[in-house]
């Protein structure tokens, strides 16, 4: 005879179901902290570039003023030494108002004059690792505070069992 009310006990999680999860978590541990050392690196190489590279005037062809700080960006145009004419992009604070017409100084690499860094102006290695650091503050974190809670807790429950 059964019982109308009895509650069945509850399902045990499959092993794919908790490799899922695992991964899931990992990917979301992982994430910030990969950010930041991408971004550091993406700093790194245009400081080196700042360093070692070629001098030119470029100008402001484009701002783009939006209210979202990761958005506001200037274009560039500048003319490397071959004559060839070449565009590059830096990332804009809100403390700073470039005008469109404005020169600003460039530095290119001389082997591949496409890539410059804008003097004056952050590169978009601060804007990867800002989002790395954002992501490890509001996931990372957390989810790690969590996790350490609920290990302790169950801890605590075997021990007292």
Same mark, same amino acid.
Do not use: C, W
């Given at each position: 005879?059964s019982?109308p009310?009895? %509650?069945?006990?509850? =399902?045990r999680?499959?092993?794919?179901?908790?490799?899922?999860?695992f991964a899931?978590?990992? *990917?979301?541990l992982?994430?910030?902290?990969?950010?930041?050392? *991408?971004?550091? +690196?993406m700093?790194?190489?245009?400081?080196?570039?700042?360093r070692t590279?070629?001098?030119?005037?470029?100008?402001?062809?484009?701002?783009?003023?939006?209210? =979202?700080?990761?958005?506001?960006k200037?274009?560039?145009e500048?003319?490397a030494?071959d004559?060839?004419?070449?565009?590059?992009f830096? +990332?804009?604070?809100?403390?700073?108002?470039?005008?469109v017409?404005?020169?600003?100084? %460039?530095?290119? +690499?001389?082997?591949?004059?496409? =890539?410059?860094?804008? %003097?004056?102006?952050? +590169?978009?290695?601060?804007?990867v &690792?800002?989002?790395?650091?954002?992501f490890l503050?509001?996931?990372?974190?957390?989810?790690?505070?969590?996790?350490?809670?609920k290990?302790? &807790?169950?801890? &605590? &429950?075997q021990?007292?069992?």
């Amino acid at each position: 005879m059964s019982i109308p009310d009895a %509650v069945p006990p509850p =399902k045990r999680q499959t092993f794919l179901a908790r490799l899922g999860g695992f991964a899931f978590v990992t *990917i979301l541990l992982l994430t910030g902290p990969t950010l930041i050392g *991408i971004g550091s +690196s993406m700093a790194g190489s245009d400081e080196e570039l700042a360093r070692t590279g070629i001098h030119a005037t470029g100008s402001i062809v484009d701002f783009d003023d939006v209210r =979202k700080a990761s958005n506001r960006k200037i274009t560039v145009e500048y003319i490397a030494a071959d004559g060839t004419g070449y565009s590059t992009f830096a +990332s804009v604070d809100h403390d700073q108002h470039p005008t469109v017409g404005g020169d600003v100084t %460039v530095i290119y +690499s001389e082997s591949n004059p496409g =890539k410059a860094v804008v %003097v004056g102006y952050d +590169s978009s290695g601060v804007s990867v &690792r800002g989002i790395g650091a954002l992501f490890l503050l509001i996931f990372t974190i957390p989810l790690g505070l969590v996790l350490i809670i609920k290990r302790l &807790r169950r801890n &605590r &429950r075997q021990r007292t069992a």
